[in-house]
């Protein structure tokens, strides 16, 4: 069994989404550990590769040879299409640039679309692992053929988390490492790999418990969501409400462990 979708319009979009992110795999898998481009964005350690643009360009530019009328919010500036457009396609060509950049081997393409404002369809994929993380609205989160479930622990002091800190993490005080050393003393373990749509799979595959960060972008969290609510998981903001699309604020759990990692990563009155 494969993830497949019943109706057209989304089918559609699903085999072009996975069209293009094998295609811009194949290219992040070609150019991984060989001599790049590097610059870096507003802050000093956000950083882009020619790689990252060049995945952005093939995706962007397929999405518009297929669908002219459907909206693009793209990391690297591909963003087109004017308001009222029903789909909209959230574009991370390359997760995780600096692991891409130094040569550590986690990184993945991430494409979310929505439907008026709703997320219909995520694929997520992982060149190097050869592993493409997929889910569609109702139709479950899939790794190739396996369907996923979130894990079933129910002891913070058995579970493993993910988390990240945010690009200011030099200049803000708002940087995470608080929530972080709790968790830390806590939990049995903590993961911090650079890649925050890998990270959302991971907890829709049962590989991690939960998963919590700040400071994201929609591009990062626009497929990786739609994956761990289809695997039966949790996600809201740090309060417990509905997460908002802009990866401000994003707490992903397998259900069981969400409270109490909202209260071990609650920002403490000083
Ligand atoms: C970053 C990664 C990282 C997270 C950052 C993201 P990028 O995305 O997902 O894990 O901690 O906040 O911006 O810049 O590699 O696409
Ligand atoms: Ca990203
Ligand atoms: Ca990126």
Redesign the pocket.
Known sequence: MTLTASEPAIADRLALAREVAGRAGDLQRERYETRLTIASKGASI?LVTEVDRACEALIVGAIREAFANDAILA?EGGTGAGPGAEFCWIV?P?????NFAHGFPR?CVSIGIERRGERVVGVVLDPLLDERFEAVRGGGAWLGSRRLAVSSETAFGRGLFAT????DVHTSEDDNLEAFARVVKSARGIRRD????L?LCYVAAGRVDGYW?R???AW?VAAGILLVEEAGGRVSDEQGGPVDRSGRELVATNGPLHDSLIEKIRRRAV
């Open positions: 956000d990391e991370d390359l997760d995780g640039t600096t990184f990240g800190f945010p690009y650079g890649s925050a749509a990270d960060e400071k994201l972008h990062d």
